[in-house]
């Protein structure tokens, strides 16, 4: 156990895991660059990211991203433009996030600011 971490991950994996913490809302993040960084082979480190946390290294960075655009669409005080989310959640085109948004969540990013639930919206 001594190659594991606090948290139960392999020491690459938290490695990594931290990278994405730090970059996710980078825009020009280049994840595919940070995995092949590592000492160990790309497609390895890959299944190895999916085993240890259930999700690949994109999926993870992904899900980081998601869970930033709700909560700051979710901040009512503060009407952000779609475009400035987007680049705050690490996403250099807007149309691109709001398709991922949308995929995700069932309605745009728009709907969602005005409070429509995903339930609401028209899929």
């Known amino acids: 156990m001594k190659d594991r971490s606090k948290d139960g991950l392999s020491k690459t994996v938290e490695e990594l895991r931290d990278v ?7 825009p020009y993040f280049d994840l ?3 995995i092949r960084s590592f000492p160990l082979h790309y ?5 190895l990211f999916k085993t240890e946390l ?3 290294p994109l999926e993870y960075l992904t899900d980081l ?9 979710s901040d009512k005080k503060r009407n952000r ?3 400035k989310v987007a680049e705050d959640c690490g996403f250099s085109d807007a149309l691109y996030f709001s398709r991922v948004f949308k995929k995700r ?9 005005m409070g429509v639930s995903s339930s609401e919206a028209v899929e």
């Open 105 to 113: 969540y069932g309605c745009s990013p728009t709907q969602f600011g």
């Open 32 to 34: 595919e660059k940070s």
């Open 54 to 56: 259930g999700r690949s």
């Open 20 to 26: 994405i913490l730090e970059n996710y809302a980078d």
């Open 81 to 83: 433009p779609i475009a």
């Open 43 to 47: 497609d390895y480190l890959r299944k």
């Open 65 to 73: 991203r998601m869970h930033k655009a709700r909560e700051l669409l």
